[in-house]
């Protein structure tokens, strides 16, 4: 078990621990589970490392995480490992391992696959808990999958730099994001080797990592239930990464991909899967991964689910240009609703637009490179942006509704860069 620094401060501490005490009563949970519910109001620290640019990062690892984290790749926060976005721009479709983000809530854990049991147990099933070993595991028939992974919270500083909002939070930028193509077995074929019954409603996997313990409160393992719909669906019990084994900051041996849906519902190091005949609740589906806020309900919001729809330049901050030389700019866009179908790029901060030339098929669940071309003018700081709209008709709006712990920030960011 490891302890998490406590928060310095809490935005409304208070709202989240009477919600979740109401809450705790009316589901008739027990002491043990309010606690962790109350105390789920308190592990997200207040944002911080606003001011410190992607390119001025420390060399130093993050405490707990096992690959290098050079800082011309990576942006050190805390715990977690954010990839400087012009990082990307000599990848392709796929982002490598060694460039892949890293969210972690306590420590990397080392795992040994040979030892490594899934255990998949509740009253959901029709008979008693199974168990399957890694070998197992990879013997039944295997799908891949290209997806993406983000964090709820990417984005997240942009609500006070862009739009003077406070937010508590990792102050991620657009980093927290990757895809790559996962291999795995179909949770939907191990829950049904199981024996999962109609009665069940809910899926909960749970995490090796360690337990968290936030302001003297231990959390437990990091878990999020999902529906069974959703676990039925297109869930993978993933094992390899871009055709090699998880490496273990991504989760080795064994995570899941939940396609299109936030990074918490990816758990990492999964060691057992609870399957419930009764709606289930952890600290992440109720205290966090919800919106609070004057726009929404006292309980906040229900559990976030799916993703949102940004871009990205794949460029550092405050890059330079140099005056009227022709530039190829480049980016990425995304969406957990439906797959891109346009982008489109402002070079003078949104008086005009024009459409970026689509450099890979959009496909849901995955993102798509573009280009554009630009020939900067009059020299001076400049402000690039760049929207995207899905297949659903749904376009990247100028402001994103404010929600107190950052969450799903969607809005249009403004890249600033100067032309010399």
């Known amino acids: 078990m490891r302890s998490v620094p406590p928060s310095e401060a809490s935005y409304d501490r208070m709202r989240l621990r009477q919600w979740a005490r109401g809450t705790a009563r009316s589901a008739g949970i027990e002491r043990r589970d309010l606690l962790r519910l109350v105390a789920a109001a308190s592990v997200a620290a207040p944002l911080a490392g606003l001011a410190a640019p992607a390119h001025a990062a420390s060399a130093a690892a993050a405490p707990g995480i096992v690959k290098p984290l050079p800082p011309e790749v990576f942006t050190v926060r805390g715990t ?13 479709l796929l982002t490598p391992a060694e460039r892949f983000f890293v969210r972690n809530h306590t420590v990397t854990p080392r795992i040994e696959a040979a030892g490594w049991r899934l255990r998949v147990w509740g009253d959901g099933l029709g008979g008693p808990a199974v168990e399957f070993t890694y070998d197992e595991l990879r013997a039944l028939p295997s799908v891949t999958r290209t997806a993406f ?23 991620w930028t657009l980093g927290a994001i990757g895809t790559a193509r996962w291999r795995g077995v179909r949770l939907a074929d191990v829950l049904r080797r199981a024996g999962i019954t109609r009665h069940a409603v809910d899926v909960l996997p ?34 390899e990464m871009n055709g090699e084994p998880l490496p273990p900051d991504h989760g080795h041996p064994v995570r899941l991909i939940v396609p299109s849906w936030i990074g918490i519902a990816n758990i ?63 980016g990425r ?4 609703g439906a797959p891109v179908r346009t982008v489109e790029i402002s070079t003078d901060g949104g008086t005009r637009w024009r459409r970026a030339r689509l450099r890979d098929e959009p496909r849901s669940g995955s993102w798509v490179r573009w280009s554009a071309d630009w020939v900067p003018g009059a020299r001076g700081p400049a402000v690039l942006l760049a929207r995207a709209t899905d297949r659903s008709g749904r376009v990247q ?6 929600n107190t712990q950052g969450y799903l920030f969607d809005a249009v960011v403004r890249h600033q860069v100067r032309v010399v």
Not at 149 to 171: L, P
Not at 219 to 225: A, E, M, N, S, T
Not at 275 to 284: H, M
Not at 397 to 402: E, I, K, L, W, Y
């Open 80 to 92: 977690n490992a954010e990839t400087n976005f012009a990082a990307l721009r000599s990848t392709g």
């Open 149 to 171: 992974v983000e964090c709820a919270g990417n984005a997240r500083s942009y609500y006070t730099a862009q739009q003077g909002q406070q937010v508590s939070g990792t102050a």
């Open 206 to 239: 749970r995490g090796l990592d360690d337990e968290v313990v936030s302001d003297g409160i231990n959390l437990g393992h990091v878990r999020r239930p999902l529906p069974v719909a959703k676990a039925l669906d297109d869930v993978l019990l993933a094992y």
């Open 268 to 330: 990492k190091w999964v060691g057992d899967i609870e399957v419930s005949a009764r709606p289930l609740v952890s600290p992440w589906n109720t205290g966090l991964y919800r919106l609070f806020g004057p726009g929404y309900p006292a309980e906040g919001s229900a559990p976030l689910t799916r993703q949102t729809l940004k871009s990205a330049f794949e460029l550092a901050p405050d890059a330079e240009f140099p005056a009227h030389r022709r530039q190829v700019l480049t």
């Open 333 to 336: 866009s995304w969406s957990g």
């Open 397 to 402: 709006p100028d402001v994103t509704a404010h």
